[in-house]
């Protein structure tokens, strides 16, 4: 039955809310307060039921309206933007295909499996077509928009199940990249590091999206650093809003937000602790 939240979502907007049923997550937003940074474990389709969603990779935006749905491969960060429009506030649905799901679905859908030359997709996020599979299958979803409807985990499983087919549908090459069921490569600690250290991340998160287990990560970080991940991301975070200040036309609130610090306060008396000076007397305006 309904079950809390279990995606990484993160926004400071509190006029929000999530419901989860078996894996499939209705999102109602009632504001416009900010974007939320969603870092996907897992395969997954976006429908807009009604507002807008903006994603954002860091290279580029697409703009998903109503009635549009989009693919999220796994282990993928981007920043989510939930906005109204229209005069409608933005209502989502969520399928997230987990890899236990995927490995069960295997043998059932045999036929759909690639030949060993059928390349996987390179692709990040994208917006999918619009085909009669995927509308009717979240038009079957809507009446659960309704908390107070709580449909049973055996229907949501089965829609799990066509939202896999309509994927399967759509791209051949969707059966190598969803039924690749190999570890993860590992991938260098301080280069992943230094590309995300702005974002907020637990030690498991680290481990996961550097192909770790929690135990390899550690043991791999304290070959390449005397630091602990927590105060190597401090000091990098720290080392850029030294730099961004000497550059001038930053001011310090701005500074803080851009390089990952979350408290004010909390940047200030690091930074001090540091460099043994007030941020205040580095920046430039």
């Not at 929000?16 to 307060?33: G, P, R, T, W």
């Not at 999918?128 to 979240?138: Q, R």
């Not at 702005?198 to 070959?223: I, N, P, Q, V």
Request: aromatic share 14%; net charge positive; glycine share 6%.
């Amino acid at each position: 039955m309904m079950k809390q939240q279990q995606t990484e979502e993160k926004n400071s907007d509190p006029l929000k809310l999530i419901f989860n049923y078996e894996n499939v997550f209705y999102s109602f937003f009632y504001d416009d307060l900010g974007g939320c940074i969603h870092r996907s474990r897992e395969y997954a389709m976006n429908y807009v039921y009604s507002g807008e969603m903006v994603l954002d990779d860091g290279k580029g935006q697409i703009h998903v309206g109503k009635g549009e749905c989009v693919y999220i491969p796994r282990d993928h960060r981007i920043t989510m933007y939930k906005k109204p429009c229209g005069g409608e506030r933005y209502c989502g649905i969520f399928l997230s295909f987990t890899r236990s799901f995927l490995r069960e679905m295997y043998p059932k859908f045999g036929q759909y499996k690639a030949s060993a030359h059928t390349p996987k997709l390179d692709q990040g996020v994208f917006k999918l077509p619009k085909t009669a599979e995927i509308a009717s299958l979240f038009a079957s979803l809507t009446p659960f928009f309704d908390p107070d409807v709580k449909p049973q985990d055996d229907f949501m499983h089965l829609k799990l199940q066509e939202g896999l087919l309509a994927l399967l549908h759509i791209d051949k090459r969707f059966a190598p990249t969803l039924f690749d069921f190999n570890e993860p490569w590992k991938i260098d600690i301080l280069d992943f590091m230094d590309k995300n250290y702005m974002y907020e991340f637990t030690m498991e998160e680290l481990a996961h999206y550097t192909g770790r287990s929690l135990a390899t990560f550690k043991r791999d970080f304290k070959k390449i650093s005397d630091l602990t991940p927590e105060k190597w991301l401090i000091r990098k975070r720290l080392e850029v809003a030294y730099a961004l200040m000497q550059e001038g036309g930053n001011k310090v609130v701005d500074v803080c937000a851009k390089v990952g610090f979350r408290n004010q306060s909390h940047f200030s008396a690091a930074f001090k602790k540091q460099y043994g000076i007030a941020p205040t007397a580095v920046a430039t305006v």
